[in-house]
């Protein structure tokens, strides 16, 4: 038995190897989305422009195919309520779907489809509420898409207003002149 200042090696380091069961129990490593190996090392970080992610670029050790990770404070939740009063989280993928399916075929690409959501993400945020109607996030949508493209515009209008028939069309054609 060692003694070390009065206190025993062993329970040094049976009290160590405790602390260690503990917080490897806890932390979860980033699987490779390859190989499904359960760890992976970062070999660079960067702060996003908006200053409010932190994108890392990482390899894994058994495959050596390297992906990126984005890491982002997670924000309060938001409850959406939809036209019939059902409550659903609040799901920028669903949002991001809606604008690429208006603006398929059109000269816009996929980044400034992601600056949109974000910025809609955003907004929604700075509201500070817990439930958002659905018609506050349609008319984000549709202010952003009149700046970018207005045959996208029109597509989303039309599923968001509910189009019946041509005379739809042009009566919101004839408002926003």
């Given at each position: 038995m060692l003694l070390v200042d009065g206190l025993q090696v062993v329970l040094i380091y049976t009290y160590y190897y405790y602390i260690w069961c503990i917080l490897f129990s806890l932390v979860k490593f980033m699987k490779c989305p390859f190989c499904q190996f359960?760890?992976?090392?970062?070999?660079?970080?960067?702060?996003?422009?908006?200053?409010?992610?932190?994108?890392?670029?990482?390899e894994c050790p058994k495959c050596k195919k390297r992906f990126t990770t984005q890491e982002k404070v997670k924000d309060s939740v938001l409850w959406v309520?939809?036209?019939?009063?059902?409550?659903?989280?609040?799901?920028?993928?669903?949002?991001?779907?809606?604008?690429?399916?208006?603006?398929?075929?059109?000269?816009?690409?996929?980044?400034?489809?992601?600056?949109?959501?974000?910025?809609?993400?955003?907004?929604?945020?700075?509201?500070?509420?817990?439930?958002?109607?659905t018609t506050v996030i349609g008319k984000a949508v549709l202010r952003r898409l009149k700046k970018i493209d207005r045959v996208a515009w029109l597509r989303f209008a039309s599923v968001y207003f509910e189009f019946e028939d041509l005379g739809d069309?042009?009566?919101?054609?004839e408002s926003k002149k």
């Open positions: 359960n760890d992976s090392e970062v070999l660079e970080s960067r702060v996003s422009e908006d200053g409010n992610s932190i994108r890392r670029r990482r309520i939809k036209k019939d009063g059902r409550r659903e989280l609040f799901d920028k993928e669903k949002i991001k779907r809606g604008i690429v399916r208006a603006l398929e075929k059109r000269p816009v690409g996929l980044n400034v489809v992601d600056e949109i959501v974000g910025d809609i993400e955003s907004e929604m945020l700075r509201e500070e509420k817990e439930e958002i109607p069309f042009e009566k919101i054609l």
